[in-house]
């Protein structure tokens, strides 16, 4: 009887910690694409892949999960470059992007 009880707990408590991290892969792809979009860039693939993941402190000094997200994208479509989407919690904490060439129109 407890063994079922336990096994629920955790199938249970793994199916939430995924879901809440598909969750905050959606708010990153989101914020990639609109930063690629203000950048006048474009997001390869249309993807971000989960790099690393950490328990950090915020600024408050309270714990939370960062995650990194890396993404691919070309300026001119002729190159790839790499990019990285740091999440903490659910919050986008910054993004960076690779040094990339761009075309100059005048």
């Known amino acids: 009887m407890w063994d079922d009880l336990i096994l629920i707990a955790l199938l249970l408590g793994a ?16 914020a990639v694409r609109a930063h690629c979009s203000n950048l006048d ?19 408050t000094g309270k714990m939370g999960v960062r995650r990194a997200f890396l993404f691919e994208f070309s300026s001119t479509g002729n190159e790839r470059y ?25």
Do not use: T
């Open 41 to 59: 860039v474009q997001m390869l693939d249309e993807y971000v892949a989960l790099n690393s993941i950490r328990l950090v402190r915020d600024q």
């Open 82 to 106: 790499n990019g990285a989407c740091i999440m903490l919690g659910r919050r986008v904490k910054s993004i960076h992007m690779e040094p990339y060439r761009f075309d100059e129109e005048f």
């Open 15 to 30: 199916y939430l910690y995924w879901f809440n991290g598909q969750q905050v892969k959606e708010i990153a792809l989101k």
